[in-house]
């Protein structure tokens, strides 16, 4: 009769031995929450969030805005966790980019400047695996698949993560349900220089043919009356640029609004950046100003969009439900 003996492990065996066990028994949490924003004036997107999130009972942190400050805390806290979801919440358009920041106090995430916080974020994040959904509630970024690609990889460097963003706009706190989406339709007029709501809704129309909206009446009322009406809020978008000059001499007077447009016209980067926001120049109030040998442009446009609930084509009657394997609303990487 033969007797197996257990080989008696060397003290690096031992190590290895540890370690596997103890990834082997990681705690797997459903989700965290990071809502990485603070609300402005009347608008309480992040409020809202938040009360959604800790109403299903997920882990909310509040008070960090930037991706940067994320995986640090990731790298802190999820020592002895793998996380199933880690949802992102923060604003987002298709003109400024996301509110998030890439490194703390740095610059909003845009695809411009993505490529440099990648390159400063390369590291390994805790509690991230192939298993892992990193869900970004920002406004639109499904319709940016480049950019949402950019943010997979800042956690991809040991992992192999699903990201996912929807193409709608995310609403929290609704009259009709916690969380819902919504499809925009945009307008846009010089702030201050409302034509009005009667021409606005004829320009929306002449854009969006193929829609049967109230644009007239939605364009008017700011908040849900009844379930899946079209409803309206505004944003502005402000471009800023400075001159110097060597001398006083030098500086353009740009005493028109005509002046300004030209002045912007024929500047290639000027043109290229408002080329880039595709918004017409006359939608925006233009401003000028001269201080000692610098020139100041300002240009403002507000925007006002009409969100449409998307409503369940399965359950006639109600709002699609956001869950984040629905293909349909989310795009996944």
């Known amino acids: 009769m033969t007797i197996g003996l257990s080989k008696i492990p060397?003290?690096?065996?031992n190590k290895l031995a540890f370690n596997t066990s103890k990834s082997a028994y990681k705690n797997t949490a459903q989700s965290i929450v990071f809502v990485a924003g603070f609300d402005e004036d009347d608008n309480t997107y992040y409020t809202n969030a938040t009360a959604y999130f800790k109403s299903k009972n997920n882990h909310v942190v509040e008070g960090l805005y930037s991706l940067e400050e994320i995986i640090n805390w990731l790298n802190t806290n999820a020592n002895d966790i793998n996380y199933k979801k880690i949802h992102i919440v923060t604003h987002s358009n298709a003109w400024r980019g996301m509110s998030l920041r890439g490194l703390k106090g740095g610059e909003r995430i845009t695809l411009k400047n993505i490529g440099k916080t990648s390159e400063m974020l390369l590291q390994s994040t805790l509690g991230v695996t192939d298993e892992t959904s990193i869900v970004f509630h920002s406004c639109g970024l499904g319709n940016n698949p480049k950019l949402l690609k950019e943010l997979k990889n800042i956690f991809s460097m040991d992992a192999n993560p699903k990201v996912t963003a929807s193409p709608y706009f995310n609403i929290f706190g609704?009259?009709?349900?916690?969380?819902?989406?919504?499809?925009?339709?945009y307008v846009f007029h010089p702030t201050a220089q409302s034509p009005g709501p009667m021409q606005l809704a004829q320009e929306i129309e002449k854009t969006y043919p193929h829609e049967t909206i109230d644009w007239f009446t939605a364009l008017k009322t700011r908040e849900e009356t009844t379930l899946g009406t079209p409803y309206s809020y505004r944003f502005n978008i402000p471009v800023e640029w400075e001159f110097e000059y060597e001398s006083t001499d030098d500086i353009p007077q740009l005493n028109s609004k005509d002046a300004i447009l030209d002045f912007v016209s024929d500047n290639d980067e000027m043109a290229l950046a408002m080329y880039e926001l595709n918004v017409p120049l006359e939608k925006f109030r233009w401003t000028s100003k001269i201080s000692e040998n610098t020139l100041k442009i300002y240009g403002k446009s507000t925007v006002l969009c009409v969100l449409k609930p998307v409503m369940d084509v399965e359950d006639k009657g109600n709002y699609v439900f956001p869950i984040v394997e629905n293909t349909a609303v989310y795009t996944t990487l």
């Open 174 to 185: 609704g009259k009709y349900a916690a969380h819902y989406l919504a499809q925009p339709f």
């Open 10 to 13: 060397s003290k690096q065996e």
